[in-house]
């Protein structure tokens, strides 16, 4: 029997959906694996395959048709969820794509906080991704932390229907994650995290401008909140251990 090689990113994602989904649909699928690997796997009935780019689209064709999945696949050019009509897809996968990008793609689409369940992957700006969701009243249900090729990505589980935070965001928390407290990977990516900041405030050490100060002084706070949930970790990690 055919199969899939996702690899331990995509594999993340997949595991993500639910047992008996409807209709999933993969934004940005690029060479269809997603989608072709659960179908392979029952665990989905039917797919949309969607890609901005004529070349991706082919590529996840070409997928479908290795291994028989042309008519369990719908296969549509165009950006973002416009391809979708709302409550079409029960299970909406946007993966591979830098936070911002993801966030622009879910603002387009507002009918996405009505009942889809969504599984994110950003490759970078997490931070702003987690941000927009709470401010725009998305609820993260889950998240999780996957390493591939030496790189950590998270995965957020979302759905809609969550009132925004009257305080706002916490910078801390949108910088380290909502949910990863028991996260076997939390304590690198709190480290990665922390790394990227301290490179942030520096460049701005010499800043004159009192707005670029502010920033820079607000990254070092959020550093130390990453240290100390670092370190909770640890000791928390160690008692279990």
Not at 16 to 37: F, K, M, Q, S
Not at 94 to 120: C, N, V
Request: net charge negative; proline share 5%.
């Amino acid at each position: 029997m055919e199969s899939v090689d996702l690899g331990p990113r995509l594999r993340a994602i997949a595991s993500l959906a639910p047992e008996n989904c409807r209709v999933l649909a993969d934004i940005g699928t690029d060479h269809g694996y997603i989608p072709a690997a659960l179908l392979l796997e029952g665990r989905i009935q039917r797919a949309v395959a969607a890609d901005v780019g004529r070349e991706p689209l082919e590529h996840a064709r070409r997928t479908a048709a290795r291994l028989g999945l042309e008519d369990q696949i719908d296969f549509r050019l165009g950006d973002g969820l416009s391809v979708l009509e709302p409550g079409e897809a029960d299970v909406i996968v946007i993966a591979g794509m830098g936070g911002d990008t993801i966030s622009g793609i879910l603002e387009a689409a507002p009918w996405s906080r009505d009942g889809a369940l969504l599984l994110l992957q950003p490759m970078s700006r997490a931070e702003t991704l987690r941000r927009w969701l709470l401010e725009r009243g998305y609820a993260v249900l889950a998240e999780r932390l996957v390493q591939d090729k030496g790189t950590l990505y998270p995965i957020l589980t979302v759905q809609g229907g969550q009132t925004p935070p009257a305080g706002g965001v916490c910078e801390a928390d949108a910088w380290g994650g909502f949910l990863l407290k028991r996260d076997p990977l939390w304590g690198l990516y709190l480290e990665d995290r922390i790394l990227r900041l301290r490179r942030a405030a520096s460049g701005l050490t010499r800043a004159r401008d009192p707005a670029l100060a502010w920033r820079r002084q607000s990254f070092l706070d959020i550093i130390d909140e990453l240290e100390k949930r670092k370190g909770e970790w640890q000791s928390a990690k160690g008692a279990r251990d």
